[in-house]
Protein backbone atom coordinates (compact mmCIF):
# COMPACT_ATOMS: atom_id res chain seq x y z
CA UNK A 1 0.00 0.00 0.00
CA UNK A 2 1.41 3.55 -1.16
CA UNK A 3 2.22 5.26 2.19
CA UNK A 4 1.81 9.15 2.56
CA UNK A 5 5.02 11.45 1.71
CA UNK A 6 4.78 13.26 4.60
CA UNK A 7 4.62 10.06 6.65
CA UNK A 8 7.86 9.31 4.39
CA UNK A 9 9.75 11.72 5.08
CA UNK A 10 8.79 11.72 9.05
CA UNK A 11 10.23 8.83 9.65
CA UNK A 12 12.91 9.76 7.41
CA UNK A 13 14.08 12.73 9.85
CA UNK A 14 12.89 9.87 12.91
CA UNK A 15 16.08 7.43 11.86
CA UNK A 16 18.11 9.65 11.23
CA UNK A 17 18.03 11.82 14.56
CA UNK A 18 18.53 8.37 16.30
CA UNK A 19 21.14 7.50 14.01
CA UNK A 20 22.97 10.63 15.19
CA UNK A 21 22.21 13.86 13.28
CA UNK A 22 22.82 16.63 14.78
CA UNK A 23 20.14 18.21 11.63
CA UNK A 24 18.59 16.66 8.54
CA UNK A 25 16.22 16.96 5.71
CA UNK A 26 14.19 14.71 3.85
CA UNK A 27 12.41 14.39 0.57
CA UNK A 28 10.20 12.20 -0.93
CA UNK A 29 8.69 11.91 -4.25
CA UNK A 30 5.68 10.20 -6.01
CA UNK A 31 5.76 9.68 -9.99
CA UNK A 32 4.01 8.25 -12.84
CA UNK A 33 4.21 8.53 -15.99
CA UNK A 34 3.00 7.50 -19.70
CA UNK A 35 4.47 8.14 -22.90
CA UNK A 36 3.47 6.76 -26.42
CA UNK A 37 5.83 7.54 -29.86
CA UNK A 38 4.43 6.64 -32.85
CA UNK A 39 6.06 5.96 -37.05
CA UNK A 40 4.44 5.09 -40.51
CA UNK A 41 0.56 5.09 -38.55
CA UNK A 42 1.40 2.63 -36.17
CA UNK A 43 2.38 2.35 -32.51
CA UNK A 44 6.19 2.62 -32.39
CA UNK A 45 6.62 2.47 -28.69
CA UNK A 46 4.91 2.44 -25.18
CA UNK A 47 6.25 3.36 -21.64
CA UNK A 48 4.98 3.72 -18.25
CA UNK A 49 6.04 4.29 -15.51
CA UNK A 50 5.90 4.31 -11.56
CA UNK A 51 7.30 4.43 -7.98
CA UNK A 52 8.25 6.23 -5.13
CA UNK A 53 11.79 7.53 -4.59
CA UNK A 54 13.49 9.02 -1.08
CA UNK A 55 16.02 10.86 -0.33
CA UNK A 56 17.93 11.69 3.03
CA UNK A 57 20.63 14.14 4.02
CA UNK A 58 22.75 14.43 7.15
CA UNK A 59 24.30 16.62 9.54
CA UNK A 60 26.66 15.78 11.83
CA UNK A 61 28.40 19.33 12.65
CA UNK A 62 29.34 21.22 9.26
CA UNK A 63 29.81 17.40 7.66
CA UNK A 64 26.66 16.19 5.40
CA UNK A 65 26.10 13.44 3.37
CA UNK A 66 23.27 12.68 1.30
CA UNK A 67 21.42 9.22 0.24
CA UNK A 68 18.66 7.93 -1.36
CA UNK A 69 16.89 4.74 -2.34
CA UNK A 70 13.62 3.42 -4.22
CA UNK A 71 12.61 1.01 -1.19
CA UNK A 72 10.29 2.53 1.26
CA UNK A 73 10.55 -0.09 4.23
CA UNK A 74 11.35 0.95 7.17
CA UNK A 75 14.42 -1.39 7.29
CA UNK A 76 15.57 0.63 4.25
CA UNK A 77 15.27 3.38 6.00
CA UNK A 78 17.30 2.92 9.56
CA UNK A 79 20.08 1.79 7.14
CA UNK A 80 19.85 4.51 4.52
CA UNK A 81 20.01 6.80 8.35
CA UNK A 82 23.59 4.83 9.69
CA UNK A 83 24.79 4.89 6.18
CA UNK A 84 24.21 8.56 5.66
CA UNK A 85 25.86 9.13 9.72
CA UNK A 86 28.71 7.12 8.65
CA UNK A 87 29.63 8.92 5.24
CA UNK A 88 29.15 12.37 6.99
CA UNK A 89 31.66 11.65 9.87
CA UNK A 90 34.18 10.88 6.40
CA UNK A 91 33.07 14.00 4.89
CA UNK A 92 35.43 17.02 5.28
CA UNK A 93 33.52 19.97 6.92
CA UNK A 94 32.02 22.74 5.08
CA UNK A 95 31.08 25.99 7.05
CA UNK A 96 28.41 26.63 4.19
CA UNK A 97 26.57 23.37 5.09
CA UNK A 98 23.41 23.07 7.41
CA UNK A 99 19.74 24.15 7.01
CA UNK A 100 17.40 27.04 6.86
CA UNK A 101 16.89 29.10 9.98
CA UNK A 102 13.49 28.69 11.20
CA UNK A 103 12.57 32.45 10.87
CA UNK A 104 13.76 32.25 7.54
CA UNK A 105 11.31 29.20 6.32
CA UNK A 106 8.23 29.87 4.11
CA UNK A 107 4.83 30.33 6.02
CA UNK A 108 2.79 29.60 2.99
CA UNK A 109 3.21 26.00 1.79
CA UNK A 110 0.60 25.12 -0.52
CA UNK A 111 0.36 25.13 -4.31
CA UNK A 112 -3.79 25.63 -4.44
CA UNK A 113 -3.11 29.23 -6.44
CA UNK A 114 -0.42 28.34 -8.64
CA UNK A 115 -2.64 25.60 -10.22
CA UNK A 116 0.03 23.07 -10.82
CA UNK A 117 -2.19 20.11 -10.62
CA UNK A 118 -4.76 19.14 -13.40
CA UNK A 119 -8.13 18.01 -11.75
CA UNK A 120 -9.16 15.74 -15.06
CA UNK A 121 -8.21 12.53 -15.30
CA UNK A 122 -5.30 11.59 -17.16
CA UNK A 123 -5.79 9.85 -20.76
CA UNK A 124 -5.27 6.66 -21.59
CA UNK A 125 -2.91 5.47 -23.72
CA UNK A 126 -5.20 4.97 -26.96
CA UNK A 127 -5.92 8.42 -26.39
CA UNK A 128 -2.39 9.67 -26.29
CA UNK A 129 -1.72 7.37 -29.40
CA UNK A 130 -4.18 9.08 -31.74
CA UNK A 131 -3.03 12.16 -30.50
CA UNK A 132 0.14 11.17 -31.79
CA UNK A 133 -0.96 9.79 -35.20
CA UNK A 134 -3.13 12.96 -35.82
CA UNK A 135 -0.14 14.86 -35.52
CA UNK A 136 2.03 12.37 -37.76
CA UNK A 137 -0.86 12.41 -40.42
CA UNK A 138 -1.24 16.37 -39.98
CA UNK A 139 2.87 16.19 -41.06
CA UNK A 140 2.52 14.22 -43.75
CA UNK A 141 -0.33 16.37 -45.28
CA UNK A 142 1.84 19.20 -45.89
CA UNK A 143 3.23 19.57 -49.37
CA UNK A 144 7.01 19.05 -49.40
CA UNK A 145 7.29 16.65 -46.23
CA UNK A 146 8.81 12.95 -47.14
CA UNK A 147 8.29 11.46 -44.22
CA UNK A 148 8.32 11.93 -40.36
CA UNK A 149 10.68 11.39 -37.66
CA UNK A 150 8.69 10.61 -34.69
CA UNK A 151 5.77 11.62 -32.89
CA UNK A 152 4.75 11.58 -29.90
CA UNK A 153 2.49 11.80 -26.85
CA UNK A 154 2.88 12.21 -23.11
CA UNK A 155 1.27 12.64 -19.23
CA UNK A 156 1.99 12.62 -15.80
CA UNK A 157 1.79 13.21 -12.57
CA UNK A 158 4.43 13.86 -9.31
CA UNK A 159 3.62 14.73 -5.90
CA UNK A 160 6.45 15.45 -3.50
CA UNK A 161 7.47 16.35 0.47
CA UNK A 162 10.54 18.40 2.24
CA UNK A 163 10.62 17.86 5.57
CA UNK A 164 13.33 18.82 7.82
CA UNK A 165 14.26 19.02 11.74
CA UNK A 166 14.19 22.67 11.58
CA UNK A 167 10.27 22.41 11.98
CA UNK A 168 9.50 22.58 7.65
CA UNK A 169 6.95 19.94 5.80
CA UNK A 170 5.12 20.81 2.84
CA UNK A 171 4.71 19.69 -0.37
CA UNK A 172 2.64 19.55 -3.44
CA UNK A 173 1.32 17.61 -6.28
CA UNK A 174 2.03 18.77 -10.27
CA UNK A 175 0.86 17.48 -13.56
CA UNK A 176 1.98 17.87 -17.18
CA UNK A 177 1.10 16.40 -21.06
CA UNK A 178 3.38 17.08 -23.90
CA UNK A 179 2.50 16.34 -27.41
CA UNK A 180 5.71 16.58 -30.36
CA UNK A 181 6.07 15.60 -33.93
CA UNK A 182 9.62 15.53 -36.07
CA UNK A 183 9.06 16.30 -39.72
CA UNK A 184 11.72 15.58 -42.72
CA UNK A 185 11.77 17.26 -46.39
CA UNK A 186 13.60 15.95 -49.12
CA UNK A 187 16.11 12.29 -49.08
CA UNK A 188 19.09 10.81 -48.42
CA UNK A 189 22.02 13.63 -48.03
CA UNK A 190 19.68 16.35 -49.20
CA UNK A 191 17.17 15.68 -46.02
CA UNK A 192 16.25 18.92 -43.55
CA UNK A 193 13.87 18.27 -40.43
CA UNK A 194 12.08 20.55 -37.83
CA UNK A 195 9.87 19.99 -35.12
CA UNK A 196 6.87 21.61 -33.51
CA UNK A 197 5.99 20.57 -29.82
CA UNK A 198 3.93 21.70 -26.62
CA UNK A 199 4.38 20.67 -23.04
CA UNK A 200 1.21 22.22 -20.25
CA UNK A 201 0.24 21.42 -16.88
CA UNK A 202 -3.60 21.24 -18.12
CA UNK A 203 -4.05 18.81 -20.34
CA UNK A 204 -6.61 21.53 -21.87
CA UNK A 205 -4.47 23.82 -22.54
CA UNK A 206 -2.25 21.69 -24.94
CA UNK A 207 -2.31 22.97 -28.55
CA UNK A 208 -4.15 20.62 -30.86
CA UNK A 209 -2.19 17.24 -32.55
CA UNK A 210 -3.22 19.06 -35.48
CA UNK A 211 -1.45 22.30 -34.90
CA UNK A 212 1.51 20.16 -33.45
CA UNK A 213 1.91 18.61 -36.84
CA UNK A 214 0.89 20.88 -39.86
CA UNK A 215 3.55 23.70 -37.95
CA UNK A 216 6.00 20.38 -37.51
CA UNK A 217 5.50 19.78 -41.71
CA UNK A 218 5.38 23.42 -42.76
CA UNK A 219 8.69 24.35 -40.81
CA UNK A 220 10.41 21.05 -42.40
CA UNK A 221 8.82 21.97 -45.97
CA UNK A 222 10.76 25.47 -45.54
CA UNK A 223 13.84 24.16 -45.06
CA UNK A 224 14.02 22.31 -48.71
CA UNK A 225 17.27 22.73 -50.50
CA UNK A 226 19.22 24.24 -47.28
CA UNK A 227 22.79 25.72 -48.03
CA UNK A 228 25.39 27.68 -46.05
CA UNK A 229 25.26 31.44 -45.97
CA UNK A 230 28.27 33.44 -46.60
CA UNK A 231 31.09 34.11 -44.37
CA UNK A 232 31.43 37.27 -42.82
CA UNK A 233 30.03 39.68 -39.63
CA UNK A 234 25.96 39.76 -40.20
CA UNK A 235 23.64 40.46 -37.88
CA UNK A 236 21.94 37.48 -36.43
CA UNK A 237 18.30 37.57 -35.22
CA UNK A 238 17.83 34.24 -32.94
CA UNK A 239 14.26 33.21 -33.58
CA UNK A 240 11.82 32.72 -30.19
CA UNK A 241 12.30 28.87 -30.14
CA UNK A 242 15.75 29.18 -28.86
CA UNK A 243 16.37 32.98 -28.13
CA UNK A 244 16.05 31.76 -24.62
CA UNK A 245 19.32 30.30 -25.05
CA UNK A 246 21.24 33.45 -24.91
CA UNK A 247 19.53 33.94 -21.55
CA UNK A 248 20.17 31.00 -20.36
CA UNK A 249 23.86 31.84 -20.95
CA UNK A 250 23.30 34.85 -18.83
CA UNK A 251 21.36 33.30 -16.14
CA UNK A 252 24.39 30.31 -15.78
CA UNK A 253 26.70 33.20 -14.91
CA UNK A 254 25.10 34.15 -12.50
CA UNK A 255 24.14 31.50 -10.84
CA UNK A 256 25.34 31.56 -7.11
CA UNK A 257 27.70 28.03 -7.77
CA UNK A 258 29.64 29.95 -10.57
CA UNK A 259 30.27 32.78 -9.11
CA UNK A 260 31.45 30.85 -6.12
CA UNK A 261 33.89 28.78 -7.77
CA UNK A 262 35.32 32.10 -9.76
CA UNK A 263 33.94 30.42 -13.32
CA UNK A 264 31.44 33.12 -14.28
CA UNK A 265 31.93 36.22 -17.21
CA UNK A 266 29.78 38.16 -14.86
CA UNK A 267 31.68 37.54 -11.83
CA UNK A 268 32.39 41.04 -11.23
CA UNK A 269 29.34 42.74 -13.20
CA UNK A 270 27.33 43.11 -9.68
CA UNK A 271 25.58 46.89 -10.32
CA UNK A 272 26.59 47.06 -13.54
CA UNK A 273 24.41 47.16 -17.53
CA UNK A 274 24.23 43.57 -18.88
CA UNK A 275 21.26 43.93 -20.89
CA UNK A 276 20.45 46.92 -22.97
CA UNK A 277 18.52 50.05 -20.28
CA UNK A 278 15.03 49.38 -21.12
CA UNK A 279 15.03 45.71 -20.35
CA UNK A 280 14.76 43.74 -17.36
CA UNK A 281 14.94 39.71 -16.84
CA UNK A 282 12.02 38.69 -14.13
CA UNK A 283 11.94 35.53 -12.17
CA UNK A 284 8.10 35.16 -10.87
CA UNK A 285 7.74 31.74 -9.57
CA UNK A 286 3.96 32.23 -8.40
CA UNK A 287 2.77 31.88 -11.95
CA UNK A 288 -0.31 30.09 -12.30
CA UNK A 289 -0.27 27.00 -14.84
CA UNK A 290 3.12 26.96 -15.35
CA UNK A 291 5.63 23.92 -14.78
CA UNK A 292 8.20 26.13 -13.12
CA UNK A 293 6.33 27.74 -10.64
CA UNK A 294 6.33 26.48 -6.72
CA UNK A 295 5.56 27.98 -3.23
CA UNK A 296 8.79 27.61 -1.69
CA UNK A 297 12.55 26.11 -2.86
CA UNK A 298 14.20 23.01 -2.19
CA UNK A 299 15.23 24.31 1.39
CA UNK A 300 12.25 25.43 2.60
CA UNK A 301 12.41 29.28 1.69
CA UNK A 302 9.71 31.14 0.24
CA UNK A 303 9.90 31.83 -3.18
CA UNK A 304 9.39 35.30 -4.37
CA UNK A 305 9.41 37.56 -7.77
CA UNK A 306 12.17 39.26 -8.76
CA UNK A 307 14.40 41.55 -11.50
CA UNK A 308 17.57 40.01 -11.49
CA UNK A 309 18.07 42.12 -14.22
CA UNK A 310 16.79 45.59 -13.55
CA UNK A 311 16.33 47.77 -16.46
CA UNK A 312 19.63 46.68 -17.61
CA UNK A 313 21.46 46.41 -14.63
CA UNK A 314 22.45 43.11 -12.84
CA UNK A 315 21.34 43.10 -9.33
CA UNK A 316 22.49 39.99 -7.41
CA UNK A 317 22.84 36.26 -8.05
CA UNK A 318 21.23 33.36 -8.08
CA UNK A 319 21.72 31.49 -4.80
CA UNK A 320 20.43 28.40 -2.55
CA UNK A 321 21.89 28.62 1.19
CA UNK A 322 24.94 27.45 0.84
CA UNK A 323 26.40 29.76 -2.00
CA UNK A 324 25.06 32.55 -0.25
CA UNK A 325 26.80 32.15 3.11
CA UNK A 326 29.93 31.47 0.61
CA UNK A 327 29.48 34.78 -1.08
CA UNK A 328 28.47 37.21 2.09
CA UNK A 329 24.46 36.80 0.86
CA UNK A 330 21.18 35.57 2.30
CA UNK A 331 19.54 32.89 -0.15
CA UNK A 332 17.05 34.20 -2.72
CA UNK A 333 15.29 30.92 -2.52
CA UNK A 334 16.16 28.89 -5.46
CA UNK A 335 17.45 25.89 -3.77
CA UNK A 336 16.57 22.96 -6.19
CA UNK A 337 17.16 18.89 -5.31
CA UNK A 338 16.27 15.41 -6.26
CA UNK A 339 16.18 12.89 -4.05
CA UNK A 340 20.31 11.73 -4.24
CA UNK A 341 22.22 14.96 -4.63
CA UNK A 342 22.16 18.57 -1.96
CA UNK A 343 20.61 21.32 -3.06
CA UNK A 344 22.10 24.18 -5.73
CA UNK A 345 20.69 27.28 -7.22
CA UNK A 346 18.18 27.03 -10.16
CA UNK A 347 15.83 29.84 -11.23
CA UNK A 348 12.16 29.15 -12.04
CA UNK A 349 9.89 31.37 -14.12
CA UNK A 350 11.70 33.88 -16.23
CA UNK A 351 10.46 36.54 -18.66
CA UNK A 352 12.38 39.50 -20.60
CA UNK A 353 11.37 42.64 -21.57
CA UNK A 354 9.54 42.56 -24.89
CA UNK A 355 10.28 45.15 -27.48
CA UNK A 356 7.64 47.17 -29.65
CA UNK A 357 8.14 45.18 -32.86
CA UNK A 358 7.33 42.06 -34.19
CA UNK A 359 9.56 39.10 -35.47
CA UNK A 360 8.64 40.61 -39.28
CA UNK A 361 10.02 44.37 -38.50
CA UNK A 362 13.12 42.85 -37.39
CA UNK A 363 13.60 41.05 -40.57
CA UNK A 364 13.05 43.48 -42.46
CA UNK A 365 15.29 46.32 -40.42
CA UNK A 366 17.82 44.15 -40.39
CA UNK A 367 18.34 44.02 -44.31
CA UNK A 368 20.95 41.41 -44.90
CA UNK A 369 22.21 38.30 -42.39
CA UNK A 370 20.62 35.29 -40.52
CA UNK A 371 17.65 34.15 -38.69
CA UNK A 372 18.71 30.65 -36.38
CA UNK A 373 15.99 28.43 -35.83
CA UNK A 374 17.73 25.46 -34.67
CA UNK A 375 21.24 25.44 -32.49
CA UNK A 376 23.71 22.72 -32.87
CA UNK A 377 26.41 22.27 -30.15
CA UNK A 378 28.39 25.18 -28.32
CA UNK A 379 31.76 26.02 -27.13
CA UNK A 380 31.08 28.38 -24.24
CA UNK A 381 33.94 29.91 -22.18
CA UNK A 382 32.53 30.42 -19.03
CA UNK A 383 35.39 32.63 -17.71
CA UNK A 384 35.44 35.46 -21.07
CA UNK A 385 32.15 34.45 -22.21
CA UNK A 386 33.17 33.84 -25.97
CA UNK A 387 30.61 32.03 -27.95
CA UNK A 388 30.28 29.76 -30.48
CA UNK A 389 27.79 27.51 -31.89
CA UNK A 390 26.80 25.48 -34.98
CA UNK A 391 23.34 27.11 -36.53
CA UNK A 392 20.57 26.76 -39.01
CA UNK A 393 17.81 28.95 -39.99
CA UNK A 394 17.29 30.90 -43.03
CA UNK A 395 19.06 33.78 -44.95
CA UNK A 396 17.59 37.57 -44.84
CA UNK A 397 18.19 39.66 -47.77
CA UNK A 398 16.38 42.74 -48.51
CA UNK A 399 15.05 42.26 -45.44
CA UNK A 400 12.89 39.40 -46.45
CA UNK A 401 13.55 35.49 -45.87
CA UNK A 402 15.32 34.44 -48.83
CA UNK A 403 15.99 30.82 -48.43
CA UNK A 404 17.07 27.87 -45.57
CA UNK A 405 20.64 27.59 -44.57
CA UNK A 406 22.59 25.20 -42.86
CA UNK A 407 25.30 23.99 -41.47
CA UNK A 408 27.39 27.45 -40.54
CA UNK A 409 28.90 28.50 -37.15
CA UNK A 410 27.72 32.14 -35.03
CA UNK A 411 30.56 33.52 -33.20
CA UNK A 412 31.29 36.54 -30.99
CA UNK A 413 31.97 37.31 -27.06
CA UNK A 414 27.94 37.08 -25.02
CA UNK A 415 28.54 40.48 -22.92
CA UNK A 416 28.75 42.20 -26.14
CA UNK A 417 26.09 40.51 -27.54
CA UNK A 418 23.61 41.01 -24.86
CA UNK A 419 23.83 44.34 -24.60
CA UNK A 420 22.67 44.80 -27.96
CA UNK A 421 20.05 42.98 -28.13
CA UNK A 422 16.79 44.20 -29.81
CA UNK A 423 13.35 41.95 -28.66
CA UNK A 424 10.86 41.53 -30.55
CA UNK A 425 7.08 40.92 -29.12
CA UNK A 426 6.73 37.58 -30.10
CA UNK A 427 6.79 35.63 -26.86
CA UNK A 428 4.68 32.75 -25.68
CA UNK A 429 3.42 33.59 -22.33
CA UNK A 430 2.92 30.37 -20.89
CA UNK A 431 6.59 28.51 -21.19
CA UNK A 432 8.66 28.86 -18.27
CA UNK A 433 10.52 31.85 -20.05
CA UNK A 434 8.86 34.19 -21.64
CA UNK A 435 11.43 35.66 -24.33
CA UNK A 436 11.25 37.02 -27.76
CA UNK A 437 12.93 36.69 -30.81
CA UNK A 438 16.40 38.32 -30.17
CA UNK A 439 18.33 40.41 -32.71
CA UNK A 440 21.86 40.72 -32.41
CA UNK A 441 23.34 43.39 -34.13
CA UNK A 442 26.51 41.89 -35.76
CA UNK A 443 28.39 38.17 -35.14
CA UNK A 444 30.61 36.64 -37.50
CA UNK A 445 28.99 33.40 -39.33
CA UNK A 446 31.29 31.35 -40.66
CA UNK A 447 29.71 29.47 -43.87
CA UNK A 448 30.81 29.10 -47.38
Not at 51 to 76: C, H, K, M, N, Y
Not at 96 to 113: E, F, Y
Not at 158 to 176: I, M, P
Amino acid sequence: MTQPLDALTSRLLDHALKAGADAADALAVEESAVSVDVLGGRLEHAERAEGTDIGLRVFVGRRQAVVSASDTRPETMAEMAARAIAMAREAPEDPSAGLADPAQLAVNRGAAALDLCDPAKDPPPAALEQDALRAEAAALAVPGVSQVESAGASSGRSRFHLAATNGFSGGYARSHRALYCVAITGEGTGMERDYRSDARVFGADLDSPEDIGRIAGERAAARAGARKPPTGRFPVLFDERIARSLTGHLLAAVNGGAIARGASWLRDALGQQVLPAHLSLTEDPHRARVSGSRPFDAEGLPTKQRNIVADGVLTGWVLDLATARRLGFDSTGNAARGTSGVPSPAVTNIALTQGGQSRADLIRDMGEGLLVTSLIGATINPNTGDYSRGASGFWVEGGEIAWPVNECTIAGNLRDMLLEIVPANDARGHVGHVVPSLLVGGMTLAGA
